[in-house]
Every structure is written in C-alpha cells, then in structure tokens.
T-cell receptor, first 114, second 113 residues
Framework: QKEVEQNSGPLSVPEGAIASLNCTYS??????FFWYRQYSGKSPELIMF????GDKEDGRFTAQLNKASQYVSLLIRDSQPSDSATYLC??????????????FGRGTQLTVWP | NAGVTQTPKFQVLKTGQSMTLQCAQD?????MYWYRQDPGMGLRLIYY???????DKGEVPNGYNVSRLNKREFSLRLESAAPSQTSVYFC????????????FGQGTRLTVV
C-alpha cells in the first residue's frame, strides 16, 4: 500500500463547477498535508497546506483535513480552464525516525472545459 | 535568488553507463529530496536527506545512490543505468516544520536506451 493514495481520475468538470479532489494516507503520525499543482512539463507548485483538523480556505480553494479518517481533500470552487492540471497530494512527517520525509500521491488530472 | 538548480536538464544514456545528477539550493534548507516522475505515477521518493550528513531511503531507492555533499548540494548517482530508470527526475528542498513548502528544481529528463 502506498503511503499516499489519490483518486487517480481523470476528473473533468465544466467551467464554474466545483472540483473535488481526495487523498488518503496511511501513517497516523503524519503532521502536514499539502496540495501541489503541476502543469504539463513543469515543476510542482504549492497551492495550500493544512495541519489542523477542519477546513482551510484560500480564495477559490478549500482544503479539508480529517485525521481520524486519515483523509484530506481539496475543493476548487468556480473552476476555470486555467485550473486544468495535475493535482498532487503530499504528506510530511518531521519527527523522529521519519524526520524530513515527504511522500506524494499519484496525482489527479483535472480538466475544466469551457 | 536561484532557488533549486538541477543539472543537466536533459540526458540520454546507454544501458550500463553511469551518471550523476546534481542539485543545489540557495535557501539554506535542511531537507533535500530526489523524486522520479513517470506517467500516471505521481512523484515517487527515491532518497531524502533531513540534514547535512544524513540520507534515508524513500519508496524506490534500488539502483540509485545519493550524497549530501554539504548543506547546499545533494547529488543522485546511477551506477549502471537501466531502461527502467528512464524518467523525469526532480530535486526539491524545504525547511523542516509544519506546513513548510517544498521548492522544486526544473527537472531532468533522462532517457536510457
């Protein structure tokens, strides 16, 4: 089992819709959770991070974390064609024997059509 | 401010050849990483270094070695390249702590024929 699992998609939504991306992780000691966006042929770039249970909002993006269920999600409201990219979930533990470890999921390819 | 710099950007190797991918960061980060990215596989962690002088295996370490030369530099070596190592390789660095962002290099596209 991979440390970080994502619904592999691809996911296709119309412009203006809400896109929902999901991620689960296996290490209960994980501390920080990230969503990265990667355009084709480019390097990943950070969208959001979250480390407390609940929701965190930043503009059109909302990250949700449920540590009991080991689940993290990303909602993109009012999706735009420019949001079309691969979204990568990442999980970090900066403690003890796993200090510095940062694992990514397989990514979900999102297409927003006009 | 260059961030994370990887060299080379492109490389073609013959099976059995060796090479070293270089990575340097100028952000004074403690942690550095090497990932490979294959179609549909996301980023898979090869090796990481939590601090200068330490290295640890990630998910797919076989066939690779690393050296954390100093705080700035973290190199990845392929001793005997195989076609299965054809991939895009990314180096990254970050500071330790809650929610600290990983910064990525521009990637190295490696083809082993």
């Amino acid at each position: 089992q991979k440390e970080v699992e994502q619904n592999s998609g691809p996911l296709s939504v119309p412009e203006g819709a809400i896109a929902s991306l999901n991620c689960t992780y296996s290490d209960r000691g994980s501390q920080s959770f990230f969503w990265y966006r990667q355009y084709s042929g480019k390097s990943p770039e950070l969208i959001m991070f979250i480390y407390s249970n609940g929701d965190k909002e930043d503009g059109r993006f909302t990250a949700q974390l449920n540590k009991a269920s080991q689940y993290v999600s990303l909602l993109i409201r009012d999706s735009q064609p420019s949001d079309s990219a691969t979204y990568l979930c990442a999980v970090n533990t900066d403690r003890g024997s796993t200090l510095g470890r940062l694992y990514f999921g397989r990514g979900t390819q999102l297409t927003v059509w006009p | 401010n260059a961030g994370v710099t990887q060299t080379p950007k492109f490389q073609v190797l013959k099976t059995g050849q060796s090479m070293t991918l270089q990575c340097a960061q100028d952000m004074n980060h403690n942690s550095m990483y090497w990932y490979r990215q294959d179609p549909g596989m996301g980023l898979r962690l090869i090796y990481y270094s939590a601090s200068e002088g330490t290295t640890d295996k990630g998910e797919v370490p076989n066939g690779y070695n690393v050296s954390r030369l100093n705080k700035r530099e973290f190199s990845l070596r392929l001793e005997s390249a195989a076609p299965s190592q054809t991939s895009v390789y990314f180096c990254a660095s970050r500071e330790q702590g809650y929610g600290t962002e990983a910064f990525f290099g521009q990637g190295t596209r490696l083809t082993v024929v």
